[in-house]
């Protein structure tokens, strides 16, 4: 059977997943706001995703679209043989060329999205590219250069070309997921 962990983008409804197909396996949506309760800044909230990883029924798929492509490349790297397989929603979340997050200032943001952002900053994701042992899809749009970068970067990926994805997830995009998780 196994289960899908969906880690959407900061500010996306958990609504917008209701209606992605996963087939016999259970579908478990993250929430950002209560998990931010408990968990301020990234370090305690992907602690909070491994543990939920930890819990799943085997084989995890982790589906991660915007600022949860970078959760999940975290996670990914921890938890090597317990995540099956990652597929990375345009990832791109203000990457730089060498792949360090920068991070704008969330002025429009509640203060807990705020506060885990400035946690966030500055943080080097190569080295997490190393060590994620699973397979990999990055669903982007073509002209999506950090993303692209990014696939050519990990070592068991493949890329996805989707039109261009703005704020939510499109129609387009969840197709293309749900053919990825057959």
């Known amino acids: 059977m196994g289960t899908v962990i969906i880690l959407p983008d900061l500010g996306q409804q958990r609504a917008a997943w209701n209606s992605l197909a996963v087939g016999n396996r259970q579908k478990q949506v993250v929430d950002y706001e209560a998990a931010l309760k408990q968990t301020p800044d990234f370090t305690a909230l992907s602690a909070g995703i491994v543990e939920l990883v930890r819990a799943a029924e085997q084989p995890v798929t982790v589906v991660a679209n915007g600022f949860g492509a970078i959760l999940a490349l975290k996670v990914a ?4 043989g317990r995540i099956d397989r990652l597929l ?3 990832p791109n979340y203000h990457l730089t060329a060498d792949l360090t997050v920068r991070v704008l200032p969330a002025l429009f943001q509640p203060k807990p999205i705020k506060n885990l952002l400035r946690t966030v900053d500055g943080l080097e994701l190569t080295k997490w590219l190393t060590t994620v042992q699973c ?7 073509p002209r999506d250069r950090g993303a692209v970068d990014l696939d050519m ?4 990926s493949h890329f996805v070309a989707v039109g ?16 990825e998780l057959a």
């Open 153 to 156: 970067r990990m070592v068991d």
């Open 88 to 90: 990375l929603v345009a």
């Open 135 to 141: 397979r990999v899809s990055v669903i982007a749009s």
């Open 77 to 80: 790297a921890s938890q090597s």
């Open 164 to 179: 261009p994805l703005k704020r939510g997830i499109s129609e387009e995009a969840l197709a293309a997921i749900e053919e």
